[in-house]
C-alpha cells in the first residue's frame, strides 16, 4: 500500500494540471459550400480526413500561441487546398494535380478568451501564392503539405513569434 498514496497525489496533479491547458476548438460551417475540401468524386481522402487533418493543424498552433488558462475557438468558413482534382489514366481515376494556378487558401475567424471574456478576436483571409517556390518542411506524404506552411506563417504574423510545431 505504500505505492497508493503516491499514484492518488500524481492523478489529482496531472488533473490539476489538464485543467490549466489551453482548450481549442474548431468549427466548420457549411464545409458543402467550401471551394475545396476534398474530392467531390471519391478519390484517395474525402473531406472528412481533410476537415480533420485540418482541424488538427489548427488545434496545434492553437495551442502553441496560448497562455496558461486561455481558450481558443476557429470558425472556418471556407478551404482551398492546394492543386486541383482532375482525372488520370485509362480508368480515369480522379489525382490532385499541383501547380502554381491551383494554390491553397483558408478563410477563418478565431476568438481568444480567458475566463470567459474576449481577450483577442481576428478574422483571417490566406491564401500561398508561392507554396511551390520556396522550401517545405513538411514531407511529401504529408496530405496538408503545402497548407501547413501557410498556417504557420499566418500563426508566426499573427501573434508575433514563430512557431515550433512537430513536423508530420
Known amino acids: 500500500m505504500k505505492w497508493f498514496k503516491p499514484v492518488v497525489m500524481g492523478l489529482l496533479l496531472s488533473g490539476a494540471a489538464s485543467q490549466a491547458m489551453a482548450a481549442v476548438e474548431v468549427v466548420f460551417v457549411k464545409p458543402e459550400n467550401f471551394a475545396d475540401i476534398g474530392n467531390r ?11 480533420k487533418d485540418i482541424k488538427d493543424a489548427l488545434i496545434e498552433r492553437g495551442e502553441a500561441v496560448l ?6 475557438k476557429f470558425t472556418v468558413t471556407d478551404v482551398k487546398l492546394a492543386g486541383e482534382m ?13 501547380k502554381p494556378l491551383y494554390r ?6 478565431y476568438v481568444i478568451t480567458e475566463g470567459g471574456k474576449t481577450v483577442r478576436e481576428g478574422k483571417a483571409d490566406i491564401n500561398d501564392m508561392s507554396f511551390m ?8 506524404s504529408d496530405p496538408l503539405r503545402y497548407e501547413k506552411p501557410m498556417l504557420d506563417d499566418w500563426f508566426a504574423k499573427e501573434f508575433g513569434r514563430p512557431l515550433k510545431v512537430a513536423r508530420h
Not at 497562455?67 to 481558443?72: E, L, T, V
Not at 517556390?133 to 511529401?140: A, E, G, I, P
Request: net charge positive; aromatic share 16%.
Open 41 to 51: 468524386f471519391g478519390s484517395l481522402r474525402d473531406a472528412e480526413d481533410n476537415m
Open 86 to 98: 482532375r482525372p488520370f489514366g485509362r480508368r480515369m481515376e480522379w489525382v490532385r494535380v499541383i
Open 133 to 140: 517556390d520556396r522550401f517545405n518542411r513538411y514531407f511529401t
Open 104 to 109: 491553397p487558401a483558408m478563410q477563418f475567424s
Open 67 to 72: 497562455s496558461a488558462g486561455q481558450d481558443m
